[in-house]
Nanobody, 126 residues
Framework: VQLQAFGGGLVQTGGSLRLSCATS????????IGWFRQAPGKEREFVAT????????VYEDSVKGRFTIFRDNGKKTVYLQMSTLKPEDTAVYYC????????????????????WGQGTLVTVSS
């Protein structure tokens, strides 16, 4: 099982980045996917999640309207499009996968996830 997050980097306030989470080694279609982040000195926090079917998404309040999560089941990849970035978005971003029999169920808690990627650093300069 492998999840590889990439696409992070340094961007100015107001800029955009697209993170990707490429996966392999498991039945991608059977998994809900989430993005989490951890800023220096802070606990890991939920950012966004998408159902295994891709029909429903949930976002943390501070990123609503700025971030979009979507998935390409054919490529076994989930994306996080981030726009209007702010310095407080600076963090290491992680993707995670959760096996589920429920097509429409979403998961916001880190403890709900089975597999994790290694993280990609996003730095937003002011």
């Amino acid at each position: 099982v492998q999840l590889q997050a990439f696409g992070g980097g340094l961007v100015q306030t107001g800029g955009s980045l697209r993170l990707s989470c490429a996966t392999s080694g498991f039945a991608f279609d059977d998994y809900a996917i989430g993005w989490f982040r951890q800023a220096p000195g802070k606990e890991r926090e939920f950012v966004a999640t998408i159902t295994r079917g891709g029909g429903s998404t949930v976002y943390e309040d501070s990123v609503k309207g700025r971030f979009t999560i979507f998935r390409d089941n054919g490529k076994k990849t989930v994306y996080l499009q981030m726009s209007t970035l702010k310095p407080e978005d600076t963090a290491v971003y992680y993707c995670a996968a959760r096996a589920t029999a429920y097509v429409r169920k979403t998961y916001r808690e880190a403890r709900d996830y089975d597999y994790w990627g290694q993280g990609t650093l996003v730095t937003v300069s002011s």
